[in-house]
């Protein structure tokens, strides 16, 4: 269960420096959530990834599919 939305969610990756999210017609996911965390002091970022029928939603390009 995804500690920020209270979804389920297909894997979860966890960041220590930079990096980019684009979420525009992806095939496999809608939405990630980030979580702020803390490992013995280190900054990290978990991203929680859900796919199109965890959230809801239809893949990108069906009707009803696309959220602005």
Do not use: K
């Not at 965390?37 to 859900?50: C, E, K, W, Y």
């Amino acid at each position: 269960m995804c500690p920020v939305c209270g979804t389920d969610f297909e894997t979860v990756s966890v960041h220590d420096e930079g990096l980019m999210v684009n979420m525009r017609d992806n095939d496999r996911y809608q939405r990630v959530c980030l979580e702020p965390v803390s490992d013995d002091g280190t900054a990290l970022i978990r991203f929680f990834h859900h796919t199109h029928e965890q959230t809801g939603t239809d893949q990108p390009g069906t009707a009803g599919g696309r959220i602005p």
